[in-house]
């Protein structure tokens, strides 16, 4: 009686008691009053049960460490990067943001599925990475960098940029650097250091080389055009034109270099790269003034001071018209 | 994870985006450990166990079909793995008739020795592992991985009446423990009510 009752019981806790078991049940328990109890303890027992829980610490980052790495010894040859631990989560605050991306890129072989790391500059401030091959790479605030997990190991050393980055190539004459931007353009590295801004909701991408040489190829219908030490190429998508200058000054480098420096540059240009660097709007109302040659050497110091330098020698009167905005009205050349 | 957000996920896998595998992992893992580990009782074994699954899903996701939820599809294979891991590695086998068919008294049950318990985890723990080892997986596939008596015969491929007669067993020994729990204040007083 009792063991029939215990799996009626135990079937009616699982809920796959028939009906005709369920009427069954009721009967014993009609006949034997000491049923009542069993039914009862079982109840309690049945509840605890559930208590019975894996007893350590589940250590979930440790394990998914492990089955990374077990995955990727077990397939080759695209591996798994080991994902490091929260650094998604952490996404809002950190300078540098790790992201793992895997996504076709039209310029890689879809059948490859290759593995993209991503950098992202998140911070105000620029950032410097170094990419396998030894390269440094500055990311301007906002830029990303993609390159395969392969980088080193593939023929062309590859990389994917939006945004606006500095990069400074280690020398490999068997393996080329090259550099892709969204929309299509590359740019191949020949020499060592130069700067490319390329925003994919810009008309324009541009190539600006500070030493060495790179041969930038607009699209693949256009022949590549080599820039050398000075030289600055812009890509007007729109036209599909390339323009090719030799800037007044370096400072579109600034950002890079930590700092502005003027060597006899006219203040128009002063203007244009003060508003470059400090992400301000400066207003030149005396026209005459526009050509005045100013000399500075690198630095750092705040837009204001700055001003207040050049108001004091071009005898300037500076107002500030907004958040960000600045006006210099009369002055003089010296 | 919600229905729609799991079809999501799916999806992110089926486009390799292992960061798919890491929020499909982070949502699972713990039932996933829970499940390997009530049948077989081996707190490593039970890991690395769920690591093979999660490892199989990630090698396979361009071949697997999930139809139900991606709950049940794992919890399917982290049972069919375990089980599949206790026949050949422990070698246990189902089909020994005599052993099995027997309702064997409860007596021939090492019915654990009381000893002072502090939490209801370990007492549970402690009730359950006292259990012989097939006993309790069958008692775990029913308790915890909503199986019926049915579908465990069929797992296991022994019958019906077999399975009854080891759930019963179970219950049996389970209320033994949990609800005859000697007390040690209570033997104190009884001691002394004898002097």
Same mark, same amino acid.
């Given at each position: 009686m009792g063991n029939e009752l215990t799996l009626l019981l135990q079937k009616e806790f699982t809920g796959e008691i028939t009906p005709a078991e369920l009427a069954r049940m009721q009967e014993i328990l009609h006949q034997w009053p000491e049923g009542a109890k069993l039914a009862e303890e079982l109840g309690v027992v049945w509840e605890e049960t559930a208590a019975y829980t894996f007893p350590e610490p589940l250590e979930s980052d440790k394990y998914f460490g492990q089955i990374l790495q077990q995955i990727s010894r077990e397939t080759v040859p695209a591996p798994v990067i080991p994902i490091q631990r929260n650094i998604w989560w952490r996404a809002a605050a950190a300078i540098l943001v790790l992201v793992v991306a895997t996504f076709f890129w039209q310029? $890689? *072989?879809?059948?490859?599925a290759p593995t993209l790391l991503s950098l992202t500059n998140g911070s105000n401030d620029q950032q410097m990475i170094a990419l396998p091959d030894g390269s440094t790479v500055w990311l301007r605030r906002g830029a990303t960098i993609s390159y395969p997990k392969q980088f080193n190991t593939q023929k062309n050393r590859e990389v994917l940029l939006t945004g606006n980055a500095y990069f400074e190539v280690a020398h490999q004459p068997d393996h080329p650097f090259d550099v892709m931007l969204p929309q299509g353009e590359k740019i191949e590295v020949l020499g060592t250091e130069f700067s490319v801004n390329s925003l994919e909701t810009d008309k324009s991408s541009s190539v600006l080389v500070k030493s060495g040489s790179v041969r930038f190829l607009p699209n693949a219908q256009q022949k590549g055009l080599v820039l050398t030490k000075g030289q600055k190429a812009v890509f007007d998508r729109q036209q599909s034109k390339v323009l090719v200058s030799n800037p007044v000054s370096m400072n579109e480098l600034a950002w890079q270099r930590g700092g502005l420096e003027f060597v006899q540059t006219p203040l128009w240009q002063v203007i244009a790269d003060l508003q470059n660097f400090y992400h301000v709007k400066i207003e030149l109302s005396n026209a005459a003034t526009r050509n005045c040659r100013y000399t500075a050497p690198l630095t750092r110091q705040p837009i204001e001071q700055v001003l207040q330098s050049l108001a004091l020698i071009y005898k300037f009167d500076i107002r500030k018209t907004g958040e960000h905005q600045f006006l210099l009205s009369n002055g003089y050349c010296k | 994870m919600a229905d729609s957000d799991e079809r999501l996920w799916l999806l992110a896998l089926l486009k390799d985006d292992e960061r798919a595998l890491r929020f499909i992992f982070d949502r699972y893992y713990p039932t996933l450990l829970q499940d390997a580990w009530r049948i077989i009782g081996d707190t490593d074994a039970a890991r690395d166990l769920v690591q093979d699954v999660f490892v199989e899903l990630w090698k396979k996701r361009h071949e697997?079909?999930?139809?139900?939820?991606l709950r049940a599809y794992l919890r399917k294979a982290v049972i069919n793995r375990t089980l599949n891991y206790l026949k050949s590695?422990?070698?246990? *086998? $189902?089909?020994?008739p005599d052993e099995l068919q027997q309702l064997a008294d409860t007596t021939d049950t090492d019915i654990y020795q009381k000893e002072q318990m502090e939490s209801r985890e370990a007492r549970v723990r402690t009730a359950i592992e006292s259990l012989p080892e097939k006993c309790r997986i069958v008692f775990s596939l029913s308790r915890f991985e909503q199986m019926s008596h049915k579908e465990i015969a069929e797992k296991l491929n022994i019958s019906v009446k077999t399975i009854e007669n080891q759930i019963t067993k179970a219950m049996k020994v389970l209320r033994e423990i949990l609800m005859n729990y000697p007390d040690l204040s209570v033997i104190v007083i009884f001691l002394s009510l004898g002097q």
């Open positions: 310029q $890689w *072989s879809r059948n490859q | 697997i079909a999930v139809h139900t939820s590695h422990r070698r246990i *086998s $189902w089909g020994l």
